[in-house]
């Protein structure tokens, strides 16, 4: 469907006019490519036909009957088809007439007025639902009062289902939930879960795509409700504030408020949306929203304060701090959820204004492993494909990635494809939803990574099936690599790993026989001790069956926030200028001191840790933090509090008040995503426009403008009539992998975007990186050992913690968990541990119980579950009151710097029941 | 039993039949009593009768052994004869095979001393002999007009043993196939033979398998449908209780021929009999090597699952059956693509259902020329048909395509039950249509019968007379189809619904005259419009009905009326005065306490109470209660009654 070029063409006649379509192509399809509209209920182009509306009825010459459904007839050469006949206009008219004879009438009521197809199809063609059955009978309403709005997120009104069917083939073949499908027969049908349940007892995870994809008022988020109906607010499309797949969503706007939230069709999510982007918006209008800033006054307490106020203030001290300590005693964290243009405008301020190389975000807590061993094996450290070739990958390698919670959307690719026939392996040592629906699922204990691939690759290579081609013709270093695996027998990798020998030698022979295999990772890979050694693992073992460097195959980093991978892009990182050019490149170097008119630093500067560390030691006096909250989000917290207590001066710039801000000397109100413009780079390189929605409130101002006018009271001019386009112009001039980036060219095609790399403005973007060369040339293997991590248990704390997200929660939970319906669905953290864990610990699944690291200690609440090892405990990090990084380790990767969140040694003891942390 | 010490190969399939034919050919001492345990002849209480055969013989053993007898008593398949289970047939030496029915263990007692020891048959149960088994009951008009070539085995052999099966000519098709035939030559002989496929539709079976044949793909599928779901419609299932190596047998020809290595037989759960033979005989040939692994030794692989059906009449259609296989809720999708061409799991598949596979190994046995000699020019072969309703024969008749429906009632159904008079008869299913008295002499064919507004479908036989109402079938009908729709399309869903309700309205006397061209025009929006078979002829009963029986409906919409005294709201029963002699068992017979009456004097209904059961009608001996349309028994009553207060609201009410 996509890239399978050169199809046989054929022609047909539709409507008297010659239509030269693909073959395999439906007369529905062949229809649209004319430009001829055919109505449909139960048809959808992400869904296999059903052919059960009957609305897409078509005259066809010679066919049985005459009519036949668009939607799943092929078109056949020399087919003659008509789709507006008397005929067939009859035909429709009267299944609607059929549906609306039994459909409640209420549009005056209805959320979908104006919205809801089955109205505009009635409307069209004149249908009343009276005229069919008769005046005189009109027929009893067959399934009333089903109404379920028990869940927090939408409401489910079966007497205004059609049953046409979408919602079940969107929730089974898409998202591979199948919560619903239909039951009973006859007039007696329905949509519903197993056993009728209330919804939130079945396999539904609230990911709205069946409100999206209903035609009627059957489905309806509780969101918005009685607000307004879609002619009554603005639908203003911009892209999704969570994660990194880089959703376009719509936010619905009335008189100036958010009232709801819907999906948009764009060039990532093809209209799929997970919950939080569907149903997490609300907290825009939060009453909490920072709206004026605040200055801490003698007394200590947070007082509100003029912008002017606040600007001289934070101008006054970062000056003095770096005229006295010297401006490496700055240090600046931008954010990876604030836009590109914010980004650039950050780090040009931290290093021309202040003069510091100290420039870091939560990348490093995430992806630094990524950014550096990926730079080392292929010279760029990004997702080398797009989210949509998966749905032509025969093999999925999912190692450390909970994709269906972290990244459903691409979950939700991954699974068609897999529903399609492809080979899924998952590796991860907990039961993940994928882990349940794969072939292959290996159990690895955390931190044993290397020695699993390494023993995979071991396999490969003994059974002969490394492409010897590819690593003959593409790479480099192979000799070094294959005398280490020689070390990995099967049976070894399984002693360190846990897995069985026999396991690894199935998943390393589906991975290494498919066609075209994608591997698929995230912080299960990255967030360890040994972070760069796993990636370097991942791409070996990728280049060594040929599996990088094309469509639908390659090494694919998941990145974790909307924007993280622009906020790398744009140099918030301490050794890179934008583009990854490097601070200590003279040649670079001299390029920026040139555009920015500055002499900057040529030492690389501290990272997030690193900055942290500093801090305590009292080499570092003021940070600076934008859009951030390490006071949740960073391992080892109580010393992470310590280090901002020991600050001379700590500015946070941020839309609600957090644990971080808490601290702070000043704290500025920033405008969130839905109150301004600019660019977000999401993990398939794609850049995409977004614009505001509403004002921000108060005297909120977006994070661009207070940087550039802070930057002034500095001494260092950063203005942008021009706004942030202007931005992007000159991100654009400095930086070739943006080098064709423009506002204006990312609004073309219904802001389809670009993807990086984009030299020039003629350049169309690059779906797959490496292809026919590697960035860095050819492919560098690595010669991997395995390490054990930094902490392992031991008597004292003889359990294993991993720590990650959750589907309903992001990150620190600053947005989500003021959502209403996500806050309400999940209100509090828990631990997974397995029965044997927690009977020796004398808990139960439900009560409370106290886990303590080297590090500190929180109580939660036991979740005894199966599908995780004994030995073996995971909790969220999203809450703040008993929050799992007081445990986490903040042991680093010597490379990449990133903290090894992903493992380390904890204690369980009973807490009783209702304890609180 | 013979024994298969290890799979057989081509070369020793001729020893292995002649072992087997010895074993079914009764030596000069041998008795065999034979006992249909169909299901017909296990609810008629078959099981007690064999018990009562064996313990009697064990009783007599001295007796047998002095007559120098060695008795087989042998369970077998339906004959086809149902109305006179239980069957229980005797053959003794020197004599010919003689059927018995409705056999008690009392009657079954006596068959055995009389009739095995004694040599005296008891002829006051006899209901006939065989002498030829190729043509039973020789000279009876019920069997005479039959073609027993798809239930040629049925009765005969033990369904449980494959050497009977083997003995009277099993696998010689399978053996003829493997050992001299291409894919394409099997494919050739079955389109050559003009078999047409037995669910209903008629389509040309080796033209399906060639589609499946054709079709790219490494991997194919067969499927058996014996999803039999129409009301009153059992032939497959005797088949496969009576004969389930045929079905075995034409799957793996079948296979052979597209290219297929595995199958599913889609049997509904219903028939528990059918799936215990089933597994039995799979697990029978697999033994022997006619099926799984390196058939026959020729490397020909071919695995066949059994498939219960969770019983949805629905999943009788072709592609939500495969839904069902698949695990996913049986509803149908649209065609194209055809299963030849994306079937199970997306392979191409070939469906054929219970009676169409068959006719395969008998085809490819006697040739496709043998078989193309019988039926009519478009279509060839026989039908086997379940007769019931109220004929009196009821049970399954095999008749040669082109047979007249007159011949099929008349003659081997034997008339009408208690001689009313014949009225129509339903054929097809819900998917058919009723043929009307006028139409008696239509040819049973597939085309014949489109023509007149039915269909063959499966081969249900529904007869029907002067005290049925069309109506109230075509209702039934409706009701039937609108609570199987699977509920995706909305005209299946809701335009069935919105005809059952305009049905149930005329049947309650509510019926207007534009009813009557709504439910025409409903139903053809309803065959126009939907997805599947299912929809696409579910109006079939009403249409019909409406053409040819339009009076009925006429009656009760503008007179009240159901003249066929059905329809509860249409019908009053009154006791005639003068007939009536008090003899109260009409008192005694109704359920409501309706009637009062002195003993010896007339007794009345009291209208308000009546709920119409007819109970009172079916008792009296003297024609006293009259059942009649509302109005006119009323008047009746009142006349003869001369007061009839109890009727007089009613008079004034119409």
Same mark, same amino acid.
């Given at each position: 469907?996509?890239?399978?070029?050169?199809?046989?063409?054929?022609?047909?006649?539709?409507?008297?006019?010659?239509?030269?379509?693909?073959?395999?192509?439906?007369?529905?399809?062949?229809?649209?490519?004319?430009?001829?509209?055919?109505?449909?209920?139960?048809?959808?182009?992400?869904?296999?036909?059903?052919?059960?509306?009957?609305?897409?009825?078509?005259?066809?010459?010679?066919?049985?009957?005459?009519?036949?459904?668009?939607?799943?007839?092929?078109?056949?050469?020399?087919?003659?088809?008509?789709?507006?006949?008397?005929?067939?206009?009859?035909?429709?008219?009267?299944? %609607?007439?059929?549906?609306?004879?039994?459909?409640?009438?209420?549009?005056?009521?209805?959320?979908?007025?104006?919205?809801?197809?089955?109205?505009?199809?009635?409307?069209?063609?004149?249908?009343?639902?009276?005229?069919?059955?008769?005046?005189?009978?009109?027929?009893?309403?067959?399934?009333?009062?089903?109404?379920?709005?028990?869940?927090?997120?939408?409401?489910?009104?079966?007497?205004?289902?059609?049953?046409?069917?979408?919602?079940?083939?969107?929730?089974?073949?898409?998202?591979?939930?199948?919560?619903?499908?239909?039951?009973?027969?006859?007039?007696?049908?329905?949509?519903?879960?197993?056993?009728?349940?209330?919804?939130?007892?079945?396999?539904?995870?609230?990911?709205?795509?069946?409100?999206? @994809?209903?035609?009627?008022?059957?489905?309806?988020?509780?969101?918005?409700?009685?607000?307004?109906?879609?002619?009554?607010?603005?639908?203003?499309?911009?892209?999704?504030?969570?994660?990194?797949?880089?959703?376009?969503?719509?936010?619905?706007?009335?008189?100036?408020?958010?009232?709801?939230?819907?999906?948009?069709?764009?060039?990532?999510?093809?209209?799929?949306?997970?919950?939080?982007?569907?149903?997490?918006?609300?907290?825009?209008?939060?009453?909490?929203?920072?709206?004026?800033?605040?200055?801490?006054?003698?007394?200590?307490?947070?007082?509100?304060?003029?912008?002017?106020?606040?600007?001289?203030?934070?101008?006054?001290?970062?000056?003095?701090?770096?005229?006295?300590?010297?401006?490496?005693?700055?240090?600046?964290?931008?954010?990876?959820?604030?836009?590109?243009?914010?980004?650039?405008?950050?780090?040009?301020?931290?290093?021309?204004?202040?003069?510091?190389?100290?420039?870091?975000?939560?990348?490093?807590?995430?992806?630094?492993?990524?950014?550096?061993?990926?730079?080392?094996?292929?010279?760029?450290?990004?997702?080398?494909?797009?989210?949509?070739?998966?749905?032509?990958?025969?093999?999925?390698?999912?190692?450390?990635?909970?994709?269906?919670?972290?990244?459903?959307?691409?979950?939700?690719?991954?699974?068609?494809?897999?529903?399609?026939?492809?080979?899924?392996?998952?590796?991860?040592?907990?039961?993940?939803?994928?882990?349940?629906?794969?072939?292959?699922?290996?159990?690895?204990?955390?931190?044993?990574?290397?020695?699993?691939?390494?023993?995979?690759?071991?396999?490969?290579?003994?059974?002969?099936?490394?492409?010897?081609?590819?690593?003959?013709?593409?790479?480099?270093?192979?000799?070094?690599?294959?005398?280490?695996?020689?070390?990995?027998?099967?049976?070894?990798?399984?002693?360190?790993?846990?897995?069985?020998?026999?396991?690894?030698?199935?998943?390393?022979?589906?991975?290494?026989?498919?066609?075209?295999?994608?591997?698929?990772?995230?912080?299960?890979?990255?967030?360890?001790?040994?972070?760069?050694?796993?990636?370097?693992?991942?791409?070996?073992?990728?280049?060594?069956?040929?599996?990088?460097?094309?469509?639908?195959?390659?090494?694919?980093? %998941?990145?974790?926030?909307?924007?993280?991978?622009?906020?790398?892009?744009?140099?918030?990182?301490?050794?890179?200028?934008?583009?990854?050019?490097?601070?200590?490149?003279?040649?670079?170097?001299?390029?920026?001191?040139?555009?920015?008119?500055?002499?900057?630093?040529?030492?690389?500067?501290?990272?997030?840790?690193?900055?942290?560390?500093?801090?305590?030691?009292?080499?570092?006096?003021?940070?600076?933090?934008?859009?951030?909250?390490?006071?949740?989000?960073?391992?080892?917290?109580?010393?992470?509090?310590?280090?901002?207590?020991?600050?001379?001066?700590?500015?946070?710039?941020?839309?609600?008040?957090?644990?971080?801000?808490?601290?702070?000397?000043?704290?500025?109100?920033?405008?969130?995503?839905?109150?301004?413009?600019?660019?977000?780079?999401?993990?398939?390189?794609?850049?995409?426009?977004?614009?505001?929605?509403?004002?921000?409130?108060?005297?909120?101002?977006?994070?661009?403008?207070?940087?550039?006018?802070?930057?002034?009271?500095?001494?260092?001019?950063?203005?942008?009539?021009?706004?942030?386009?202007?931005?992007?112009?000159?991100?654009?001039?400095?930086?070739?992998?943006?080098?064709?980036?423009?506002?204006?060219?990312?609004?073309?095609?219904?802001?389809?975007?670009?993807?990086?790399?984009?030299?020039?403005?003629?350049?169309?973007?690059?779906?797959?990186?490496?292809?026919?060369?590697?960035?860095?040339?050819?492919?560098?293997?690595?010669?991997?050992?395995?390490?054990?991590?930094?902490?392992?248990?031991?008597?004292?704390?003889?359990?294993?913690?991993?720590?990650?997200?959750?589907?309903?929660?992001?990150?620190?939970?600053?947005?989500?968990?003021?959502?209403?319906?996500?806050?309400?669905?999940?209100?509090?953290?828990?631990?997974?541990?397995?029965?044997?864990?927690?009977?020796?610990?004398?808990?139960?699944?439900?009560?409370?119980?106290?886990?303590?690291?080297?590090?500190?200690?929180?109580?939660?609440?036991?979740?005894?579950?199966?599908?995780?090892?004994?030995?073996?405990?995971?909790?969220?990090?999203?809450?703040?009151?008993?929050?799992?990084?007081?445990?986490?380790?903040?042991?680093?990767?010597?490379?990449?710097?990133?903290?090894?969140?992903?493992?380390?040694?904890?204690?369980?003891?009973?807490?009783?029941?209702?304890?609180?942390? | 039993?013979?024994?298969?010490?290890?799979?057989?190969?081509?070369?020793?399939?001729?020893?292995?039949?002649?072992?087997?034919?010895?074993?079914?050919?009764?030596?000069?001492?041998?008795?065999?009593?034979?006992?249909?345990?169909?299901?017909?002849?296990?609810?008629?209480?078959?099981?007690?009768?064999?018990?009562?055969?064996?313990?009697?013989?064990?009783?007599?053993?001295?007796?047998?052994?002095?007559?120098?007898?060695?008795?087989?008593?042998?369970?077998?398949?339906?004959?086809?004869?149902?109305?006179?289970?239980?069957?229980?047939?005797?053959?003794?030496?020197?004599?010919?095979?003689?059927?018995?029915?409705?056999?008690?263990?009392?009657?079954?007692?006596? @068959?055995?001393?009389?009739?095995?020891?004694?040599?005296?048959?008891?002829?006051?149960?006899?209901?006939?002999?065989?002498?030829?088994?190729?043509?039973?009951?020789?000279?009876?008009?019920?069997?005479?007009?039959?073609?027993?070539?798809?239930?040629?085995?049925?009765?005969?052999?033990?369904?449980?043993?494959?050497?009977?099966?083997?003995?009277?000519?099993?696998?010689?098709?399978?053996?003829?196939?493997?050992?001299?035939?291409?894919?394409?030559?099997?494919?050739?002989?079955?389109?050559?033979?003009?078999?047409?496929?037995?669910?209903?539709?008629?389509?040309?079976?080796?033209?399906?398998?060639?589609?499946?044949?054709?079709?790219?793909?490494?991997?194919?599928?067969?499927?058996?449908?014996?999803?039999?779901?129409?009301?009153?419609?059992?032939?497959?299932?005797?088949?496969?209780?009576?004969?389930?190596?045929?079905?075995?047998?034409?799957?793996? @020809?079948?296979?052979?021929?597209?290219?297929?290595?595995?199958?599913?037989?889609?049997?509904?759960?219903?028939?528990?009999?059918?799936?215990?033979?089933?597994?039995?005989?799979?697990?029978?040939?697999?033994?022997?090597?006619?099926?799984?692994?390196?058939?026959?030794?020729?490397?020909?692989?071919?695995?066949?699952?059994?498939?219960?059906?969770?019983?949805?009449?629905?999943?009788?259609?072709?592609?939500? %059956?495969?839904?069902?296989?698949?695990?996913?809720?049986?509803?149908?999708?649209?065609?194209?693509?055809?299963?030849?061409?994306?079937?199970?799991?997306?392979?191409?598949?070939?469906?054929?259902?219970?009676?169409?596979?068959?006719?395969?190994?008998?085809?490819?046995?006697?040739?496709?020329?043998?078989?193309?000699?019988?039926?009519?020019?478009?279509?060839?072969?026989?039908?086997?048909?379940?007769?019931?309703?109220?004929?009196?024969?009821?049970?399954?008749?095999?008749?040669?395509?082109?047979?007249?429906?007159?011949? @099929?009632?008349?003659?081997?159904?034997?008339?009408?039950?208690?001689?009313?008079?014949?009225?129509?008869?339903?054929?097809?299913?819900?998917?058919?249509?009723?043929?009307?008295?006028?139409?008696?002499?239509?040819?049973?064919?597939?085309?014949?019968?489109?023509?007149?507004?039915?269909?063959?479908?499966?081969?249900?036989?529904?007869?029907?007379?002067?005290?049925?109402?069309?109506?109230?079938?075509?209702?039934?009908?409706?009701?039937?189809?609108?609570?199987?729709?699977?509920?995706?399309?909305?005209?299946?869903?809701?335009?069935?619904? %919105?005809?059952?309700?305009?049905?149930?309205?005329?049947?309650?006397?509510?019926?207007?005259?534009?009813?009557?061209?709504?439910?025409?025009?409903?139903?053809?929006?309803?065959?126009?419009?939907?997805?599947?078979?299912?929809?696409?002829?579910?109006?079939?009963?009403?249409?019909?009905?409406?053409?040819?029986?339009?009076?009925?409906?006429?009656?009760?919409?503008?007179?009240?009326?159901?003249?066929?005294?059905?329809?509860?709201?249409?019908?009053?029963?009154?006791?005639?005065?003068?007939?009536?002699?008090?003899?109260?068992?009409?008192?005694?017979?109704?359920?409501?306490?309706?009637?009062?009456?002195?003993?010896?004097?007339?007794?009345?209904?009291?209208?308000?109470?009546?709920?119409?059961?007819?109970?009172?009608?079916?008792?009296?001996?003297?024609?006293?209660?009259?059942?009649?349309?509302?109005?006119?028994?009323?008047?009746?009553?009142?006349?003869?009654?001369?007061?009839?207060?109890?009727?007089?609201?009613?008079?004034?009410?119409?």
């Amino acid at each position: 469907m996509t890239t399978t070029a050169a199809t046989n063409m054929l022609k047909l006649t539709i409507n008297d006019q010659t239509v030269e379509v693909a073959g395999g192509a439906t007369v529905l399809e062949a229809a649209l490519a004319a430009g001829i509209a055919i109505p449909t209920l139960c048809h959808h182009p992400l869904l296999e036909p059903s052919g059960g509306c009957r609305m897409c009825l078509v005259e066809v010459d010679g066919a049985r009957g005459g009519l036949i459904t668009a939607c799943s007839t092929p078109a056949v050469a020399g087919m003659v088809v008509r789709t507006n006949t008397e005929r067939v206009r009859t035909a429709r008219r009267d299944v %609607l007439e059929l549906l609306l004879a039994e459909h409640p009438l209420d549009c005056l009521t209805c959320e979908r007025t104006g919205s809801c197809d089955l109205q505009d199809y009635a409307y069209e063609y004149g249908a009343d639902g009276k005229t069919i059955a008769g005046a005189a009978y009109p027929p009893a309403a067959v399934r009333p009062d089903m109404v379920d709005g028990t869940n927090h997120f939408f409401v489910r009104d079966l007497d205004k289902c059609i049953l046409c069917g979408r919602c079940v083939k969107i929730c089974a073949e898409v998202m591979g939930y199948g919560a619903i499908d239909f039951v009973s027969r006859g007039a007696q049908t329905k949509v519903t879960t197993s056993f009728d349940v209330p919804i939130e007892q079945s396999s539904c995870v609230f990911c709205g795509n069946c409100i999206t @994809i209903c035609p009627t008022g059957a489905l309806q988020p509780k969101q918005g409700a009685r607000q307004g109906r879609s002619f009554q607010y603005d639908k203003v499309r911009t892209v999704c504030p969570y994660c990194g797949v880089g959703c376009s969503i719509n936010l619905h706007v009335r008189d100036g408020r958010v009232i709801g939230s819907s999906a948009a069709e764009g060039p990532s999510n093809r209209k799929l949306l997970c919950v939080k982007g569907h149903f997490g918006h609300d907290w825009i209008q939060s009453p909490e929203r920072l709206s004026t800033p605040l200055i801490r006054g003698e007394d200590g307490e947070l007082r509100e304060a003029s912008w002017d106020e606040a600007l001289d203030l934070v101008a006054r001290r970062l000056v003095e701090i770096r005229d006295q300590h010297g401006p490496d005693a700055i240090g600046g964290l931008c954010s990876a959820k604030v836009t590109n243009e914010e980004n650039y405008v950050f780090q040009r301020f931290m290093r021309a204004a202040l003069g510091t190389n100290n420039v870091d975000h939560c990348a490093r807590l995430c992806h630094a492993s990524t950014v550096a061993g990926l730079a080392l094996s292929f010279g760029s450290g990004a997702m080398t494909n797009s989210y949509w070739e998966f749905e032509d990958s025969d093999a999925f390698f999912i190692i450390g990635s909970n994709t269906t919670e972290t990244h459903p959307v691409i979950a939700a690719v991954v699974e068609r494809a897999r529903q399609r026939g492809a080979t899924m392996i998952v590796a991860d040592p907990r039961e993940i939803e994928f882990a349940a629906r794969a072939d292959i699922w290996l159990q690895q204990a955390p931190g044993s990574d290397v020695a699993l691939l390494n023993g995979m690759m071991h396999v490969i290579l003994a059974e002969g099936l490394a492409d010897q081609e590819f690593i003959a013709a593409r790479t480099e270093g192979f000799s070094e690599l294959e005398a280490k695996l020689a070390e990995y027998p099967p049976e070894r990798a399984a002693e360190i790993s846990g897995v069985p020998a026999e396991d690894i030698r199935r998943a390393a022979r589906a991975y290494a026989a498919a066609g075209s295999a994608a591997i698929l990772y995230s912080m299960g890979i990255t967030q360890h001790t040994t972070g760069v050694d796993n990636v370097r693992s991942i791409a070996n073992l990728a280049m060594m069956t040929g599996n990088v460097g094309k469509y639908a195959a390659g090494v694919n980093p %998941l990145r974790g926030q909307n924007n993280v991978q622009g906020s790398c892009d744009m140099g918030g990182l301490p050794g890179n200028f934008p583009g990854y050019q490097l601070v200590g490149n003279d040649d670079h170097r001299a390029k920026f001191e040139a555009a920015w008119e500055a002499e900057l630093s040529p030492t690389p500067g501290l990272t997030v840790i690193e900055l942290l560390n500093a801090a305590e030691a009292g080499q570092v006096k003021a940070v600076y933090i934008m859009g951030e909250n390490p006071m949740v989000s960073d391992p080892d917290l109580t010393h992470v509090e310590e280090a901002l207590r020991s600050l001379d001066f700590l500015v946070v710039q941020d839309i609600f008040m957090t644990e971080t801000s808490a601290l702070a000397d000043v704290v500025l109100p920033s405008a969130s995503y839905a109150e301004k413009d600019g660019t977000f780079t999401n993990s398939e390189r794609r850049i995409q426009l977004f614009g505001p929605a509403v004002a921000a409130p108060g005297q909120a101002r977006a994070d661009w403008e207070i940087i550039c006018d802070l930057a002034g009271r500095v001494g260092h001019e950063m203005n942008y009539p021009g706004g942030t386009a202007e931005i992007m112009d000159e991100i654009a001039r400095l930086t070739p992998l943006y080098g064709g980036v423009s506002h204006a060219r990312l609004a073309e095609h219904d802001r389809r975007g670009l993807q990086w790399p984009c030299p020039d403005a003629k350049h169309p973007g690059t779906p797959f990186l490496h292809a026919g060369k590697f960035s860095r040339g050819l492919g560098q293997f690595a010669a991997v050992e395995y390490r054990p991590p930094a902490e392992v248990p031991d008597d004292e704390y003889p359990v294993v913690l991993t720590t990650g997200r959750i589907l309903y929660h992001f990150h620190t939970g600053t947005m989500t968990r003021r959502s209403a319906g996500l806050g309400a669905h999940v209100p509090e953290g828990y631990i997974e541990l397995n029965a044997r864990d927690a009977a020796d610990a004398g808990v139960g699944d439900g009560d409370m119980v106290k886990v303590t690291s080297r590090r500190g200690s929180i109580t939660t609440r036991a979740r005894v579950i199966e599908g995780i090892a004994p030995g073996v405990t995971f909790m969220p990090f999203h809450f703040a009151e008993a929050a799992a990084n007081v445990l986490t380790n903040s042991a680093l990767d010597p490379t990449a710097k990133i903290p090894e969140l992903k493992v380390c040694a904890v204690r369980l003891e009973a807490a009783g029941a209702g304890g609180d942390a | 039993m013979v024994p298969a010490s290890s799979p057989l190969k081509m070369a020793d399939i001729s020893a292995f039949r002649r072992r087997c034919e010895d074993q079914y050919q009764l030596l000069p001492r041998q008795a065999l009593v034979l006992v249909g345990l169909g299901t017909c002849g296990l609810a008629a209480g078959g099981d007690p009768v064999a018990k009562a055969l064996r313990e009697q013989l064990a009783t007599e053993a001295e007796a047998v052994a002095t007559a120098d007898l060695e008795v087989e008593v042998r369970a077998t398949g339906c004959m086809g004869m149902c109305e006179d289970e239980v069957l229980v047939d005797v053959v003794r030496p020197g004599m010919p095979r003689i059927t018995y029915g409705h056999v008690t263990p009392e009657k079954a007692r006596r @068959i055995v001393s009389e009739h095995l020891i004694g040599g005296r048959p008891v002829d006051q149960w006899v209901l006939g002999q065989i002498t030829d088994e190729d043509r039973p009951y020789a000279g009876n008009v019920v069997f005479d007009k039959q073609d027993r070539i798809v239930l040629a085995n049925c009765g005969f052999i033990d369904p449980e043993k494959v050497e009977h099966y083997v003995a009277r000519g099993g696998y010689a098709g399978l053996e003829r196939v493997m050992s001299s035939m291409s894919p394409a030559q099997v494919i050739e002989e079955i389109k050559a033979s003009g078999l047409r496929g037995r669910g209903g539709a008629g389509f040309p079976a080796g033209l399906k398998w060639e589609f499946a044949h054709k079709a790219p793909g490494d991997k194919k599928y067969i499927i058996c449908n014996a999803d039999e779901g129409d009301p009153g419609a059992f032939m497959d299932r005797s088949l496969l209780e009576g004969d389930p190596h045929a079905l075995i047998e034409g799957m793996v @020809i079948g296979a052979y021929a597209i290219g297929a290595d595995e199958g599913y037989i889609y049997c509904r759960a219903e028939y528990p009999l059918a799936i215990k033979r089933l597994k039995i005989a799979i697990e029978q040939a697999k033994g022997l090597g006619l099926l799984g692994a390196d058939i026959l030794g020729t490397g020909f692989n071919c695995e066949l699952h059994i498939k219960e059906g969770a019983g949805a009449f629905v999943c009788g259609e072709e592609t939500a %059956l495969m839904a069902s296989i698949m695990g996913e809720r049986g509803m149908p999708r649209p065609r194209p693509p055809f299963p030849a061409q994306r079937g199970l799991w997306g392979r191409p598949t070939n469906i054929n259902n219970v009676e169409t596979w068959v006719n395969v190994p008998r085809i490819i046995a006697r040739g496709a020329e043998w078989f193309a000699s019988i039926g009519t020019p478009n279509s060839k072969g026989t039908k086997v048909f379940a007769l019931t309703g109220k004929v009196r024969n009821t049970g399954l008749a095999e008749v040669p395509m082109g047979i007249t429906i007159r011949e @099929i009632v008349f003659e081997i159904g034997g008339g009408i039950q208690h001689d009313r008079k014949y009225k129509a008869v339903q054929i097809g299913g819900p998917s058919g249509g009723c043929i009307p008295e006028s139409l008696i002499d239509t040819p049973v064919d597939y085309d014949s019968l489109i023509a007149a507004g039915a269909m063959m479908g499966s081969g249900g036989m529904v007869v029907v007379d002067e005290h049925t109402c069309m109506v109230d079938l075509a209702r039934y009908f409706m009701s039937f189809v609108q609570s199987e729709s699977c509920g995706k399309c909305p005209p299946c869903r809701i335009g069935t619904r %919105l005809m059952l309700e305009c049905l149930e309205r005329i049947c309650a006397g509510e019926g207007k005259m534009e009813d009557l061209g709504w439910l025409e025009r409903m139903g053809q929006r309803i065959k126009d419009y939907s997805l599947c078979g299912l929809g696409q002829t579910a109006p079939n009963p009403v249409l019909t009905t409406l053409q040819y029986f339009g009076d009925e409906y006429l009656a009760h919409v503008q007179d009240k009326v159901c003249p066929a005294g059905v329809c509860p709201a249409l019908v009053s029963y009154t006791i005639v005065a003068d007939a009536c002699t008090g003899c109260t068992r009409c008192v005694r017979a109704c359920p409501v306490n309706a009637i009062s009456g002195k003993v010896k004097e007339p007794h009345v209904i009291d209208a308000e109470l009546c709920v119409k059961c007819g109970a009172c009608f079916e008792v009296c001996r003297f024609d006293a209660i009259v059942r009649g349309a509302a109005a006119a028994a009323a008047a009746v009553a009142g006349g003869a009654a001369g007061e009839g207060t109890a009727t007089s609201e009613e008079v004034t009410g119409e």
